[in-house]
């Protein structure tokens, strides 16, 4: 994908009604501080158009991406954040469904896991509720330059494991540091937008 223009297009709170956009959208979920906005940056080549913080829990809306008119990256909260209220994790988890589940446009959704640690109960929950829904969750294993290279295909495979994805189901290492695995996401997402 060429990138032309990006915009911060729409963010959506608890209470937001969703957009009905015309366009495809891919969404991106995962762990509070996992790397999604920091992964969006890096398809978008921009440094910090999506806000990114070492504290999690920074995304607290769906932030829609708007790539050259063509189609939306969709930035959601992240979950398992422990630092927040049970009332306020619920009204995340439900915005999260509420998108989910009632857009007609959304033609992928990638779920983030971070290379170096087992999938949590949350994150398998996610990977589930994902496939319940109806899509095929592509996993990016993120933040993989915080490894050694030979570790890599180990802590793949911990990952699938974790999750217990379906046979076949790809995992794709990525580094927002190094930007390694931009190229294969993109083609993952253009492959999925196709008319
Ligand atoms: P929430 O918005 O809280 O859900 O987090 P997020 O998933 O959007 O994470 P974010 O992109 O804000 O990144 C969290 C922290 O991890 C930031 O300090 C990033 O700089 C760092 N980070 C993200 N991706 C990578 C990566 O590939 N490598 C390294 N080394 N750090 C990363
Ligand atoms: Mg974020």
């Not at 999690?56 to 969709?74: A, C, H, M, R, S």
């Amino acid at each position: 994908m060429i990138i032309k223009n990006v915009a911060l297009e729409t963010v959506c709170g608890i209470t937001s009604v969703l957009p009905r956009n015309e366009k495809m959208e891919v969404a991106f979920a995962g762990k509070s501080n996992v790397g999604k906005s920091s992964l969006i940056n890096a398809l978008m080549n921009r440094k910090s158009l999506a806000r990114t913080s070492a504290q999690p829990g920074k995304t607290q809306t769906i932030n829609f991406y708007n790539i050259n008119d063509e189609l939306y990256l969709v930035d959601l909260p992240g979950y398992g954040y422990a630092k927040v209220s049970q009332a306020a994790k619920d009204q995340w988890g439900k915005l999260i469904e509420r998108y989910l589940h009632g857009s007609e446009q959304l033609k992928a959704v990638f779920l983030l896991i971070d290379i170096r640690h087992e999938p949590s109960a949350n994150d398998k929950m996610m990977y589930d509720w994902i496939l319940y829904n109806g899509y095929e969750p592509i996993i990016i294993a993120t933040k993989m330059d915080k490894i050694k290279r030979s570790q890599i295909q180990k802590h793949i495979k911990m990952v699938k494991n974790g999750l217990d994805v379906k046979p076949g189901t790809a995992v794709i290492p990525f580094s927002a540091e190094t930007k390694q695995g931009r190229e294969e996401i993109w083609e993952v997402i253009e492959q999925k937008i196709k008319p």
